[in-house]
Every structure is written in C-alpha cells, then in structure tokens.
C-alpha cells in the first residue's frame, strides 16, 4: 500500500508561472511533510516542510499548503523559474522515523 | 543548512568485489542515519536505518548481509556491498537525521558493477 500519492508525475511550466505539485497521505499519524528537490545525478535537498499545526508555510517562491481534513498537501513554485528543472519528492513521516517517499514529480520549465 | 558528505561519488568494480561506501555529517551529530538506493527515473527506496552503536534495522526485502552497515561514530556511517553484482549497480544515498526530524541528504554514489 502506498502510503503517499504524489502527481502529477511530470509538469511543464511557462517560465514566470506556478507549478504546483500534490501530495496525499492516509495515516493521520504523520507529523512531518517535508519536500525535497533533486537534481539528476545529485542527492536530494531539502526544500521546505510543514507540521500539521500550521496549514500554509512559505520560503522565498515556495510555499506549502497543508489540508488536515482532506490529508493533502501541496508544493506552489511562484515565478517559476528555468533553474527550477528538477524532480520533486514529497514525503511523510512521524517523529524522527524514516522518510516515506512520493513517486516524484519531474518539473520543466520552459522558457 | 547541515552537510552531508559522500565517498566516493563513484565507483566501477568488477562482479564478485566487495565495494564500501562512507557518509559523513560534516557540521553536526547525527543519531541516526538512513541508506537508500535510487534507481534512474524512480523514487528513493530506504534499505535501513542505522543507530550509532546499535545494529541497523533493514527494510523488508533487504539482504543485510549483502548490504552491511556500520555505524561507528555520530558522524560517520559505512555501506559495504559485498560481492557485488551488475544487478547491484545503482544510486546509493545516505542520509543524516537531526533530532528535529529533518534529514539531510549525501550527494549519491554511482556504483556500476561490471
């Protein structure tokens, strides 16, 4: 069972527009939902990430938008820019535990 | 933010060696530390999580006596594959936990087993 559902799994973004990237979750016991982005041939980096107290967090031209009822959550990029080419994982866990992964979600802006 | 390191960030070995790979948290102690495998296009699979002092706790479907690993300091985590296959031959990242659940990733090993 999957116990994070990312989409889309690819997304193609006009520069200066919004790429937003979704996430779901199922157990309600998840207490961390960071994201990370990849480059290829690079390990990941953490991004930003949200607690479920908070519904919205943002960073610079990322911002989290966090859905307790509905057990989403989701990546905006505003501006988004041709540097922002990358793949994007959401994830999941509690506490101090592991990680739990999204599929990914390969982003390519274009000019 | 916290830094990870990996080494080597790439190897080629023959079928049959024995390949080690370091992690290491350069600027802060990490309780524990995460290994996974990344295959192209894919998303990251955890094969087992490691304590410093304390045996690793490997995710179902792992062989740990393929993939071993050694937690010997709060800094410093080692993969040893051993005799390495061609089926074996995949991205390897570690990761490095901080007490306030953020991980910081390595920047990968590229193991290409011939």
């Known amino acids: 069972q999957q116990q994070v559902k990312q989409s889309p799994q690819s997304l193609i973004v006009q520069k200066g527009g919004i790429s937003i990237i979704n996430c779901a979750y199922e157990?309600?016991?998840?207490?961390?939902f960071p994201w990370y982005q990849q480059f290829p041939g690079k390990g990941p980096a953490l991004l930003i990430a949200?607690?479920?107290?908070?519904s919205e967090k943002k960073e610079g031209r990322f911002t989290i938008s966090f859905n307790k009822s509905a057990k989403q959550f989701s990546l905006h990029i505003m501006d988004s820019q041709p540097g922002d080419s990358a793949t994007y994982f959401c994830?999941?866990?509690?506490?101090?535990?592991?990680?739990?992964f999204g599929t990914g979600t390969r982003l390519t802006i274009i000019p | 933010g916290a830094v990870v390191s990996q080494h080597p960030s790439r190897v080629i070995c023959k079928s049959g060696t024995s390949v080690k790979i370091e992690c290491r948290s350069l600027?802060?102690?990490?309780?524990?530390m995460f290994w996974y495998r990344q295959f192209p296009k894919k998303s990251l699979m955890l094969m087992a999580t490691?304590?410093?002092?304390?045996?690793?706790?490997?995710e179902q479907g792992v062989e740990k006596d393929k993939f071993l690993i050694n937690h010997a300091s709060l800094t410093l985590s080692t993969l040893t594959v051993t005799s390495a296959h061609p089926e074996d031959s995949s991205f390897y990242i570690c990761?490095?936990?901080?007490?306030?659940?953020?991980?910081?990733f390595g920047p990968g090993t590229r193991l290409t087993v011939l």
């Open positions: 994830a999941v866990t509690i506490g101090n535990e592991k990680l739990t």
């Open positions: 490691s304590n410093e002092g304390s045996k690793a706790t490997y």
């Open positions: 157990n309600t016991a998840f207490d961390y």
């Open positions: 949200i607690r479920p107290d908070v």
């Open positions: 990761s490095a936990g901080t007490a306030t659940d953020t991980q910081y």
């Open positions: 600027d802060f102690q990490a309780t524990t």
